[in-house]
T-cell receptor, first 113, second 112 residues
């Protein structure tokens, strides 16, 4: 069952600009994670934010979480061509099995050099 | 290097010909899972395993089987593949108490 819905579905920006992607979900969660997927490759974990956290940073990544609106955003600052990839949010449902993650449909980010 | 290894990476087969996609992890993870990825549908979970000899259905288990006889291996079996199982498959693993998953590189399967 789909939990996360990313918005926009696709995003094209110039190198150096910031990229913002949003994720909405339906049920209560333990945590929310963001993953990156380079074309046709496996997903790579980027960052995890717990349900009691509102903001988290990791390098050029900034994630926010609003549990009242059931939404999260991923901000990539000063984007680079190497950031071109699909980005997925994944939620760990509250009370769900350990390691159970539900993935959204992803945002395709293209960073033009 | 900590990793999840899937084989084969690419496979073209015909309807009804049994096949197995292997998955192995070297991180001593208890949790392993199989996903399929289709355009516009994101990743959907097929089966997962919380530990050796413990497996359970995910969201789209029909047409698939799994087994977990050893901690490191979690093969995906398609007993009688059909064209609607043409997809990109990912194996993933995670440690106890953690939700973070490590993914394999993917196996692209085409069923003619």
């Amino acid at each position: 069952s789909q939990q996360g819905e990313e918005d926009p579905q696709a995003l094209s920006i110039q190198e150096g600009e910031n990229a913002t992607m949003n994720c909405s979900y339906k049920t209560s969660i333990n945590n929310l994670q963001w993953y990156r997927q380079n074309s046709g490759r496996g997903l790579v974990h980027l960052i995890l934010i717990r349900s009691n956290e509102r903001e988290k940073h990791s390098g050029r990544l900034r994630v926010t979480l609003d549990t009242s609106k059931k939404s999260s955003s991923l901000l990539i600052t000063a984007s680079r061509a190497a950031d071109t990839a699909s980005y997925f949010c994944a939620t760990a449902p509250y009370g769900g099995a350990t390691n159970k993650l539900i993935f959204g449909t992803g945002t395709l980010l293209a960073v033009q050099p | 290097e900590a990793q999840v290894t899937q084989n084969p990476r690419y496979l073209i087969t015909v309807t009804g010909k049994k096949l197995t996609v292997t998955c192995s992890q070297n991180m001593n993870h208890e949790y392993m899972s199989w996903y399929r990825q289709d355009p516009g549908l994101g990743l959907r979970q097929i089966y997962y395993s919380m530990n050796v000899e413990v497996t359970d259905k995910g969201d789209v288990p029909e047409g698939y089987k799994v087994s977990r006889k050893e901690k490191r291996n979690f093969p995906l079996i398609l007993e009688s593949p059909s064209p609607n199982q043409t997809s990109l498959y990912f194996c993933a693993s995670g440690g106890t108490g953690a939700n973070v998953l490590t993914f394999g590189a993917g196996s692209r399967l085409t069923v003619l």
